[in-house]
């Protein structure tokens, strides 16, 4: 059964438990697609009103957008766990021989490189879904403007867990080439979410 298909509380129990998976990295794909769903039930509750006619098309065009978005945060959730699991898997191989030994490290290496790869995944799709969320400010319907702060805030969320997660399996990305551009352009990725969130939340507040 996959954390997407469970009920609500069902999930919460899971996560709540002593299991270490689902974490932070499942639960930040999560607030993902929670703030993808509410940016398009903004832009629901905007198409088709006349008074907000001028707003029809970006609307409609954020609902389409976000679609693609919500699938693959959606599908992240599982995979952040999935990923997880293969670390743990790989730690617990064999190592008694220099041949196991070879073995078993090219699986961690290989493991962690996708478990840092599913959370960095995570923070562009929310980064995307937080660029879309911008063009509703004052072109969606003002009655839902505090939905609209919320999908910010989980946006913003999903991407500050998701960064978290990329920076604890860096140290054990082998392939420096490759952790180094991680971290390079993942730290701008975060920066820059970082002042559109505040400047969205900041504008959406003082519409209120």
């Not at 220099?98 to 599913?118: C, H, M, P, V």
């Not at 929310?126 to 969320?133: M, P």
Request: aromatic letters at 6%.
């Amino acid at each position: 059964m996959k954390l997407i298909d469970l009920q609500v509380k069902d999930y919460l129990e899971v996560l709540k438990s002593n299991a270490p998976a689902p974490g932070g990295g499942s639960v930040s794909a999560l607030a993902g697609v929670q703030g993808i769903a509410l940016f398009m039930m903004v832009a629901d509750l905007t198409i088709g009103k006349e008074k907000y006619a001028m707003h029809q098309d970006t609307c409609n065009a954020a609902k389409q957008r976000g679609e693609a978005l919500y699938e693959a945060l959606s599908a992240a959730v599982d995979a952040d766990t999935d990923a997880y699991n293969l670390v743990s898997a790989a730690f617990r191989m064999p190592k008694d021989t220099e041949q196991e030994k070879i073995a078993r490290g090219k699986t961690i290496a290989d493991a962690t490189l996708l478990a840092t790869k599913i959370p960095y995944r995570s923070m562009e799709l929310a980064f995307e879904g937080l660029q879309i969320a911008e063009t509703l400010v004052n072109h969606s319907n003002t009655n839902a403007a505090s939905d609209l702060g919320a999908s910010v805030l989980n946006l913003s969320a999903c991407i500050k867990g998701a960064w978290l997660n990329v920076k604890i399996n860096l140290p054990g990305v082998k392939d420096k080439v490759k952790a180094q551009a991680f971290e390079r352009d993942g730290q701008k990725m975060y920066d820059e979410a970082e002042q559109l969130q505040k400047k969205l939340f900041d504008e959406i507040s003082k519409s209120l």
